[in-house]
């Protein structure tokens, strides 16, 4: 079993960066596909980035490309979410997910194809 734990949310302007942490205890995150995830009031829960198990693969969500940077410290058992450039629209509770994929190389974008979820950390974006 996998715990996760988000933290780095807050309330920022628009233009303002936060960083976003996941924490792993239980088992090594290494073995795992990593995602973050975001829900907004009243939609449904979006994909925002994810990371293959061996770092090197990445994926974005249209919208947060070039503004978002996921990464992980297997050594730290932690992954991150920078986010610069923020706007309103990117005001949302924040998740972050683990998943088994059988290629090391995979960044999974499917909320379904992950098992693990943490309790989400709020992100505020004030225009």
């Known amino acids: 079993q996998v715990q996760l734990v988000e933290s780095g949310g807050g309330l920022v302007q628009a233009g303002g960066s936060l960083r976003l942490s996941c924490a792993g205890s239980g088992r090594t995150l290494s073995n795992y596909g990593m995602g973050w995830f975001r829900q907004a009031p009243g939609k449904e829960r979006d994909f925002v980035a994810a990371i293959s198990r061996s770092g090197g693969n990445t994926a974005y969500e249209d919208s947060v490309k070039g503004r978002f940077t996921i990464s992980r410290d297997n050594a730290k058992n932690t992954v991150f979410l920078q986010m610069d450039s923020l706007n309103s629209e990117d005001t949302a509770l924040y998740y972050c997910?683990?998943?088994?994929?059988?290629?090391?190389?995979?960044?999974?974008?499917?909320?379904?194809?992950?098992?693990?979820w943490g309790q989400g950390t709020q992100v505020t974006v004030s225009s």
């Open positions: 997910a683990a998943a088994v994929f059988k290629s090391t190389s995979f960044a999974g974008r499917s909320p379904s194809s992950y098992t693990y």
